[in-house]
């Protein structure tokens, strides 16, 4: 069905990258007082991807990109617009177009979105206007994070979550057809003290009248009981407003793609939803919770060992820090 202006969405190929290091739950029992059992049994997760001191954003975005771009079958510069959702960027500045030129995508334009775990959901519906305007035909959407950089590794309850990778997708002007058939976003910043990485300033003196803020931004902090609450509560909520957008039953979805936060928190999901346990895609076991890579790396393995066919239909969800949450439902494929 094609909407607004007549142009429609596609989404055309896919691509994922971890770091080679990993670390499993016994590894980090070395790191916090903790165990395989605890960890495996409250969140699914069994080992994550750590980027050592020598890896930047920038090159694992730009891998899983360059992947996208091949299974698109596409060159880095047929691309008009590059997004990249991150809440870890290498350069607060901007880190978007330190892919670019990793890629060598020079006709595009680049910029970064931030939106913690619901950012490539975010990027999803922002580069879509992009394209339903007419202004750009071919976008590549990233998400990517290195959040090791960013926990606090002292901190049982929240450092055993994350984990760092990159995952991207090819979108694409498309005049016959709309695969982006519904969205909705929202967030929430009465709720942002549940999950913060924030910037703490110190008072600088420059004179004896004027000082200025130069702190730091400190370690994740996390109430694990209030995100758990928030994310079974407005997930399920989001995905039927997006589905109803769409036209569609939750029947008529093959696939269900959440933000790989938690094992308990999909399950959850999906039980309110009636989603049945085998259309779930669930990769954390390998991963944690990489925040904006979540869903695209879980993407990309599903399209790639053949589960996700071309036509079918993915209802995605990203919730996380802001807070803020948002579902899309499209169909994968030209
Ligand atoms: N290993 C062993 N014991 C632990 C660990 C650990 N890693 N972490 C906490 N504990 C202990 C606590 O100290 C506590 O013990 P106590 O009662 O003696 O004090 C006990 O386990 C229970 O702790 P809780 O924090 O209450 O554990 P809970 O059952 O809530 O589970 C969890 C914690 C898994 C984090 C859960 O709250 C959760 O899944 N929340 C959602 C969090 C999430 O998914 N966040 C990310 C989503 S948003 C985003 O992606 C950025």
Redesign the pocket.
């Known amino acids: 069905m094609l909407q607004h202006s007549g142009i429609g969405v596609a989404i055309t190929g896919s691509g994922s990258a971890a770091p080679l290091t990993s670390l499993d739950n016994q590894g980090l029992s070395q790191v ?4 395989d059992e ?2 495996a049994s ?2 699914g997760i069994r080992q994550r991807h750590l980027a050592d001191p020598a890896v930047y954003l920038r090159q694992l975005a730009a891998e899983a990109g360059q992947r996208a771009l091949d299974m698109a079958g596409i060159s880095a510069l047929d691309v008009d617009l590059i997004v990249l959702a991150t809440s870890t960027p290498d350069d607060l500045f901007g880190t978007a177009s330190l892919v670019q030129a990793e890629l060598g995508a020079m006709k595009a334009v680049a910029f970064d979105l931030t939106a ?2 619901s950012g490539f959901v975010f990027g999803m519906v922002t580069a879509s206007q992009f394209i339903r305007t007419g202004a750009y035909k071919t976008v590549l959407l990233l998400g990517a994070d290195i959040l090791s950089r960013w926990v606090d590794w002292s901190d ?2 929240t450092c ?2 994350f984990g760092d990778g990159a995952g991207a997708v090819v979108m694409q002007a498309r005049s016959e057809s709309d695969r982006l058939l519904g969205f909705e976003l929202r967030s929430d910043g009465n709720q942002n003290s549940c ?1 913060t990485l924030a910037y703490q300033p110190e008072a600088k003196a420059l004179t004896s009248e004027l000082s200025v803020g130069q702190g730091s931004f400190h370690p994740i902090t ?1 109430n ?2 209030e ?2 609450r928030f ?1 079974i509560k407005r997930v399920p909520e989001v995905i039927e407003k997006a589905l109803f957008k769409a036209n569609l039953s939750v029947e008529q979805v093959d696939w269900l793609l959440l ?1 790989q ?2 094992q ?2 999909l399950d959850a999901v999906a039980q309110r939803l009636t989603v049945p346990p085998d259309k779930v895609l669930s990769n954390m076991a390998k991963y944690g ?1 990489t ?1 904006a890579a979540s869903i695209p790396i879980a993407l990309d393995e599903a399209v790639r060992d053949g589960r996700i066919k071309p036509g079918d239909v993915v209802a995605t969800a990203g ?3 802001g807070l803020t949450w948002g579902a899309a439902i499209f169909q994968w494929g030209n």
Not at 32 to 35: A, E, G, H, K, L
Request: aromatic content about 10%.
């Open positions: 916090v007082d903790t165990s605890w960890i409250r969140t913690a775990c049982r309850r055993v979550l999950l996390m694990g009981q995100v758990y994310a933000h936060a938690n308990r928190i919770n925040s919730f996380g820090a």
